[in-house]
């Protein structure tokens, strides 16, 4: 729990019933012992006392009831795959289409890891109750990575032009500043909100004296988040050696590809893990994506700002080029859809 004070909630989601909640009923000890929890009433037991029928359910969710987080589902071998499967892109928008097309074949489900803490990323890699589990989002790789991998995760990254996602970003921001839940959303959106008040994202002249008015935290939020993703720990600052790092962690996923080719990406990773997900749905952009990335694109202090991203999607965007045309020459019988390692060196 955040509040280590706080006695925690469950909620037991079985398919058409109500809801059934109860507060934690265990005394756990050691984490009291450790300083984990003030009172070490943070355990739970669930059984027929509280579900009678609970041993005879093919289907209930066990879910943290402040954060709906799911902690427990039983596994179905006729509809969830049996694979940890992590998928990680850099966006504000979500692809929500293609997570609802993912979630329904997987145990548990985690479709917005950037929102949860240290600890509650920890505690879903290393959940091993099941064998099925679905983890998306901005997963710090250099952090997590190694005990992903460990762990028996399947891993795919998408990589996109750095304009696209910056002019993105900047349009989800102007949404949220008209929404009175804004706060809602996370603290790093609401130390970007003021980048988009009062600017018109139509005029260069007022984009780039917003961005000339940039903090150093608004600065390291938006520079260059790619290579922070995959070639930064969360403490560093991004630099130009880190796109070489990057490469070398996306060198390590079982899939890698773009979103100029993304066709190829969804067929890839659909064969990967079984299941026609991503092929049946193309990405969504925010309107007026286009328009302001071109603006943006002429801009010199943002193309400055992203500039190791511009490095590293120009890299694998090549990689990709390069591994296509292998495989349709016959001479690649990899399962694999891009291997990055030629390019590191």
């Not at 145990?107 to 990323?121: G, Q, V």
């Not at 659909?270 to 328009?291: C, N, Q, W, Y």
Request: charged share 25%.
């Amino acid at each position: 729990m955040d509040n280590p004070a706080e006695v925690p909630e469950f909620t037991v989601d079985i398919p058409e019933r109500k809801q059934l909640s109860f507060k934690a009923n265990v005394l756990r000890h050691d984490l009291l012992s450790l300083g984990v929890h003030a009172t070490g009433l943070a355990g739970f037991s669930l059984d027929e006392q509280l579900v009678p029928d609970l041993f005879e359910l093919s289907d209930f969710t066990l879910s943290e009831a402040s954060t709906g987080l799911p902690i427990y589902r039983r596994y179905n071998s006729d509809i969830h795959r049996p694979l940890k499967f992590m998928f990680l892109e850099v966006a504000a928008f979500p692809q929500v289409r293609i997570m609802r097309a993912l979630m329904p074949h997987f145990t548990l489900r985690y479709p917005f890891m950037e929102r949860c803490t240290l600890d509650t990323t920890n505690a879903v890699i290393a959940h091993n109750f099941t064998p099925s589990i679905f983890a998306a989002g901005q997963i710090n790789w250099p952090r997590h990575g190694s005990f992903a991998r460990e762990k028996g995760f399947m891993s795919a990254a998408l990589i996109r032009d750095p304009f696209e996602e910056l002019a993105e970003r900047l349009l989800f921001l102007t949404y949220l500043s008209k929404q009175p839940s804004a706060a809602a959303q996370g603290k790093n959106y609401a130390v970007l909100l003021p980048i988009v008040e009062g600017a018109d994202l139509s005029d260069t002249h007022s984009i780039f004296a917003a961005f000339r008015k940039l903090s150093p935290e608004q600065r390291r939020l938006l520079r260059s988040p790619m290579t922070a993703l995959f070639g930064c720990t969360p403490d560093e600052d991004v630099q130009r050696r880190h796109v070489s790092v990057a490469l070398d962690n996306l060198a390590l996923f079982d899939a890698v590809g773009t979103r100029e080719q993304f066709a190829d990406f969804a067929e890839c990773v659909d064969g990967l893990i079984g299941v026609r997900a991503f092929g049946s749905h193309s990405m969504e952009k925010l309107p007026g994506t286009d328009g302001l990335q071109s603006i943006l694109r002429d801009i010199g202090f943002v193309a400055d700002l992203l500039d190791e991203d511009i490095a590293l999607h120009n890299f694998v965007k090549d990689a990709v080029k390069e591994g296509l045309q292998q495989e349709r020459r016959g001479s690649e019988g990899s399962q694999e859809f891009v291997s990055l390692n030629s390019r590191v060196s």
